[in-house]
């Protein structure tokens, strides 16, 4: 999609977020997708990528944040276009520990992801879902 239709793959960000997530079998929706990988923070509060799966071994990223950029002001702001806006777009560049070549990860197109200005009213764990590009380079 990215070389033959860009203006589409640039739209599935606020596409996929109108989506609930969870699997269901019976549903031929974005969560039923195979995984490509994880992204999730350490203990010490690192972005970290790992796209290492059972199909494909891609690599590792430990990153540090090298630059942002507000999101679009018309960018899908949530679910059902409600919520707070979508998050920055990000450079991120590869720390120590980085496996598979893996060098930065670049997040855009954002879709949602913003949290409440407030917490109040809200329980006690809360969520807000987001949804983005991300694309990766290697050497």
Same mark, same amino acid.
């Given at each position: 999609?990215?070389?033959?239709?860009?203006?589409?793959?640039?739209?599935?960000?606020?596409?996929?977020? @109108?989506?609930?997530?969870?699997?269901?079998?019976?549903?031929? $929706?974005?969560?039923?997708?195979?995984?490509?990988?994880?992204?999730?923070?350490?203990?010490?509060?690192?972005?970290?990528? $790992?796209?290492?799966?059972?199909?494909? @071994?891609?690599?590792?990223?430990?990153?540090?944040?090298?630059?942002?950029?507000?999101?679009?002001?018309?960018?899908?702001?949530?679910?059902?276009?409600?919520?707070?806006?979508?998050?920055?777009?990000?450079?991120?560049?590869?720390?120590?520990?980085?496996?598979? $070549?893996?060098?930065?990860?670049?997040?855009?197109?954002?879709?949602?992801?913003?949290?409440?200005?407030?917490? @109040?009213?809200?329980?006690?764990?809360?969520?807000?879902?987001?949804?983005?590009?991300?694309?990766?380079?290697?050497?």
């Amino acid at each position: 999609i990215a070389a033959t239709l860009p203006q589409v793959l640039n739209t599935l960000p606020g596409f996929a977020l @109108q989506f609930n997530l969870g699997p269901n079998p019976a549903s031929p $929706n974005p969560a039923n997708l195979d995984v490509s990988g994880l992204h999730f923070f350490t203990g010490a509060g690192v972005p970290f990528f $790992n796209l290492d799966t059972e199909k494909q @071994q891609v690599g590792t990223l430990p990153c540090a944040k090298a630059g942002s950029a507000p999101a679009p002001a018309d960018a899908v702001k949530g679910q059902g276009n409600k919520g707070e806006g979508a998050v920055a777009w990000l450079k991120l560049t590869a720390v120590d520990g980085a496996t598979g $070549n893996l060098q930065s990860v670049y997040r855009l197109n954002t879709a949602g992801g913003s949290p409440p200005a407030t917490c @109040q009213g809200m329980p006690a764990a809360f969520s807000v879902e987001y949804a983005a590009e991300y694309w990766f380079y290697s050497t």
